[in-house]
């Protein structure tokens, strides 16, 4: 073999055979994903079949990055460092690109999208996100067979590897076109935007590309309302803002409480319970007959039901951001991830101010998605589950502990603050009802691990337990409970924004103070604040954008939704969409919430669409300027 110097065909070559061998990846694993469309989540072929060919095409651009290392190997290296490195790097190249592809598969399988800011957020968290992924698969047996695979690739492409390193022929200026193919390569990667020819998201995701919507999350994960989507003058905004809201002063900053102390006889205990991934679905209330949640559905039948209640998002940091701040969900990162952000209107700082003792408890790390700084910032106690009382855990999994423990710390902290005297609040957030689905034997009839059902039912299990528990406490009379779903444990759907994907239960229990009642008003995850704030006659400290569930007209009923980029406002069967590049799509919405059909965009509904969303993105700019806050809105939403 001749000596190669650096300038002739050698890197161009070898690049073209792994760019070709990971064109051939990328096919391969769009299949197997069209699959998986067509088989669970019932899609047809004739749908999918336009986005297979499309995708090869963005493959392009893609195989041409991830084999560019290579290029730069040959071109830069000596031939001695080259002939001592090419096969042992060519393999783990192979044993990557099928790692990957392996990683699609199960990332496809969870979430029915490709790689995205989740995607990018696991490599932050790595404890849980390993540990999670090592307790829900044999990670050992999938390790074993890729690396059987690279070898068996690596034996089969051995002849067309040696042909592209033969030297035929001299090209010149060799350098100056490489580096110029390179430039190509990774701005046609990292500038496409990703593909939305479709209102079908499955024929969008699948024409995507797994490293290049790698590249785009990393590029896009903050996001500028006012750069990105559709504005009005911000005084109509704050206008339109406040009388949708129902009252004069909306803001995110907490604001002074002006009256006196708020001092009934006795005040109630308020318990919010945030479910993990806990979707109205499962429930016998809402239709299900496989009898996993007989503990909710009585506490459905017992107490005060929102039938048409919507999450904010599709992760549990955007029902947290919900359910404590009431705001409307900004594209890009939750509010509950900004750094250093103090000061903000939330249910917590509202109830301190009249008495409560806020807390925060939650089953697994609260470093995770920055949940301990973000609480700890507004004023609440937090307790995760490092902080748990000793000898209290029997189990738990990388993702939390058994739901049946966190609830026996919350009830020792209301038992604590009972005694001292002080009304207890608290948010918590549970964490069995996720992957690995892991739980106490001998709880329910689904062995561990359970699955999707067994989480769900094991999570209901804890609720009654829990209830039953409670009933026996002194302060239990006086204690208002509240239960609802972070999110639905799918966000999958045809529907660029899946209406039925994010239907979630809410359930306000207090036998002794609340009458059993079903509401069918639409309404938001962010209305339940100042709805619970009306129930407990502090309406005069309610500066939330949500609206009391209760007193608001039903046909003024209406919903906000959001993926990462796309922010949705429905009302009634109309869902409005703003998007990226100043878009805005309108869709017929089918009563199951499963269909969306393409209609023209009705102007007043666009105009309260913006009018939630730019006017969230005006709020958070206004509590930067103030000095409330250490994380300018402008530059890091």
């Not at 999670?132 to 690279?150: D, F, H, M, R």
């Not at 009705?602 to 309260?608: D, I, K, S, Y």
């Amino acid at each position: 073999m001749k000596r190669f110097d650096g300038l002739n065909g050698h890197g161009l070559r070898v690049w073209g055979l792994t760019g070709l061998i990971a064109m051939g990846v990328f096919l391969l694993t769009r299949i197997v994903l069209l699959v998986h469309a067509v088989i669970f989540s019932q899609q047809t072929l004739d749908v999918l079949l336009v986005p297979l060919a499309l995708g090869v095409l963005r493959d392009i651009p893609a195989a041409a990055v991830v084999a560019s290392p290579w290029l730069v190997f040959e071109l830069l290296f000596s031939a001695k460092w080259r002939d001592r490195l090419r096969r042992p790097l060519f393999a783990i190249y192979l044993f990557t690109l099928f790692f990957v592809a392996v990683s699609e598969g199960i990332f496809w399988d969870e979430f029915s999208v490709r790689f995205n800011f989740i995607a990018l957020d696991y490599l932050v968290f790595t404890t849980e996100v390993i540990g999670n992924i090592k307790e829900s698969y044999p990670v050992g047996k999938i390790v074993a067979a890729l690396a059987v695979l690279t070898a068996v690739v690596f034996w089969g492409l051995r002849r067309p590897l040696r042909l592209a390193l033969a030297v035929d022929v001299k090209r010149r200026s060799q350098l100056g076109w490489a580096l110029g193919l390179l430039v190509v390569a990774w701005v046609s990667a990292y500038k496409m935007a990703p593909p939305e020819f479709a209102a079908n998201t499955y024929a969008n995701e699948l024409a995507d590309n797994g490293w290049r919507s790698f590249l785009w999350a990393a590029r896009q994960n903050k996001l500028n309302y006012r750069q990105f989507y559709a504005t009005r003058p911000d005084g109509e905004v704050m206008t339109d803002l406040q009388r949708l809201s129902g009252h004069g002063l909306v803001t995110a900053t907490q604001q002074p409480v002006q009256k006196v102390a708020y001092k009934p006889a006795k005040q109630p205990n308020v318990v919010v319970v945030m479910m993990e991934s806990m979707s109205a679905e499962y429930m016998a209330t809402f239709g299900n007959d496989e009898g996993l949640t007989p503990n909710l559905d009585r506490l459905a039948k017992e107490g005060l039901l929102f039938t048409r209640l919507y999450a904010a998002g599709t992760r549990t940091v955007r029902g947290l951001e919900a359910l404590s701040a009431g705001l409307p969900p900004l594209p890009g990162k939750s509010v509950v991830r900004w750094p250093n952000i103090t000061n903000l209107n939330t249910l917590g700082g509202a109830l301190a101010a009249r008495g409560w003792s806020p807390h925060f408890l939650y089953g697994g790390y609260g470093m995770f998605d920055n949940m301990n700084g973000y609480f700890a910032a507004q004023g609440y106690q937090v307790t995760d589950r490092t902080g748990f009382k000793d000898g209290l855990i029997e189990f738990e999994n990388v993702w939390g502990v058994a739901d049946e423990h966190l609830f026996d710390q919350v009830l020792g902290e209301i038992d604590a603050d009972a005694a001292a005297g002080r009304p207890f609040f608290g948010h918590i957030m549970t964490a069995s009802n996720h992957v690995p689905f892991t739980y106490p034997e001998g709880r329910i009839d689904i062995p561990s691990p359970g699955k999707r059902r067994g989480g769900v039912k094991y999570a209901d299990y804890a609720v009654g337990r829990f209830i039953e528990m409670a009933k026996q406490k002194p302060w239990f009379d006086n204690t208002i409970f509240v239960f609802v779903a972070d999110h639905c444990a799918s966000s999958a759907g045809k529907a660029k924004i899946p209406v039925h994907r994010y239907h979630i239960p809410a359930i306000v229990y207090a036998p002794k103070l609340i009458a059993p009642k079903r509401v069918d008003t639409l309404a938001s995850q962010i209305d339940l604040v100042p709805t619970m704030l009306a129930m407990l006659g502090l309406q005069g400290d309610d500066h939330f954008v949500g609206r009391d569930i209760l007193r608001m007209p039903p046909e003024e009923g209406r919903a906000l939704l959001s993926t990462y980029q796309n922010l949705g406002y429905l009302k009634g069967d109309v869902m409005t969409v703003l998007e990226p590049r100043r878009k805005i799509e309108t869709f017929k919405i089918s009563a199951d919430g499963k269909d969306a059909q393409p209609m023209p965009t009705n102007p007043q509904l666009a105009e309260e669409a913006i009018a939630y969303f730019q006017g969230a993105a005006l709020l958070m700019d206004r509590h930067g300027e103030h000095g409330e806050a250490a994380a300018p809105s402008r530059r890091g939403l």
